[in-house]
């Protein structure tokens, strides 16, 4: 019922814009804001439907004037009573139900939205979810092949290898992780020799990766926390979120990875003051890890 009636205030809308406009048309533009208008109600349909509505009323008004122009006598009034039988009374019932044109706004204030509309929301794999998931298969993919290349070049004991041997097990591997990004020959060649110089190849050398975070079972918790304040709408800003984070970390085991990581890797010394805790390029860097839990509704990238 509740969508029946939004349908209907918004044909009543357009056919009164018809009725005042000069030519008789319903104005250029306000059908499609119509329609948008009720997009927002998770209410999908099409513009001929909603012109069918305006036309249903634009014709009941027609035949309430008809018939209220000429009112009958009092014989007359009677002799139509008397021929009018229950069937006509009902179909004229529906009609009526169907016709309505005096629909206020105000009747729609306790409509519940529809929520089960195949169209509504976003679209199969757009989310941050799935485009991290596909992330995945893609690098999984580029070390599979750059293992199995590293393999068959020490197989053939030289640097001749069958011609396309690269380019066909490529194709192979996008098929089996299902994999549409384009991945060139020059790609996995060049993982391949990052790691000659060294003399140390193997399987786990050409698919080696920079090193994790030493915060990695803080920031679970630093998560759940960021989400929870988002649900009760008081959002905290980049330097609050960065606050926080040392607070979670004061003291703690994670403190002292972090302490022996800036020294280790970022050259700190224990009489500077930032030493056992995490800044700006931090939290960015965070953000990144976890932007498919926080998503576009966390507001932490706003600073003020």
Not at 82 to 89: F, H, I, R, V, Y
Not at 132 to 160: F, H, M, P, Q, V
Request: include cysteine; aromatic fraction near 6%; proline fraction near 3%.
């Amino acid at each position: 019922e509740g969508r029946s009636l939004l349908i209907q205030l918004e044909a009543q809308k357009l056919l009164k814009m018809k009725e005042d406009s000069d030519n008789g048309r319903i104005p250029y533009g306000a059908l499609p804001k119509a329609l948008d208008r009720l997009k927002s109600y998770n209410i999908t349909i099409t513009a001929r439907t909603l012109n069918v509505r305006v036309e249903k009323l634009e014709k009941g008004k027609r035949k309430v004037f008809s018939t209220r122009l000429d009112p009958p006598n009092s014989t007359q009034a009677l002799t139509l009573s008397s021929l009018t039988t229950s069937d006509e009374e009902t179909a004229s019932n529906e009609n009526e139900k169907h016709a309505r044109t005096d629909i206020t706004e105000d009747e729609i204030f306790n409509i519940t939205p529809v929520t089960n509309v195949r169209n509504a929301g976003r679209k199969q794999g757009t989310t941050f979810a799935n485009m991290a998931k596909d992330k995945t298969n893609e690098i999984a993919c580029l070390d599979n092949i750059t293992t199995n290349y590293w393999r068959k070049r020490k197989e053939s004991g030289t640097n001749a290898l069958p011609r396309g041997y690269l380019r066909e097990l490529i194709a192979e591997k996008k098929e089996e992780f299902g994999v549409d990004t384009t991945i060139s020959e020059n790609t996995i060649r060049t993982r391949f020799k990052r790691h000659v110089k060294s003399g140390a190849i193997s399987p786990r050398s050409v698919t080696q990766k920079g090193l994790t975070t030493v915060l990695a079972k803080e920031e679970e918790a630093f998560v759940a926390i960021l989400i929870q304040m988002v649900q009760i709408r008081s959002p905290v800003i980049v330097s609050e979120s960065i606050n926080l984070m040392n607070l979670l970390i004061k003291g703690t085991e994670g403190q002292k990875r972090c302490i022996a990581f800036q020294k280790k890797y970022c050259g700190m010394t224990d009489d500077n003051p930032k030493l056992g805790l995490v800044g700006e390029g931090y939290f960015r860097l965070f953000r990144a890890r976890h932007k498919d839990r926080l998503g576009a509704s966390i507001v932490t990238i706003q600073n003020k």
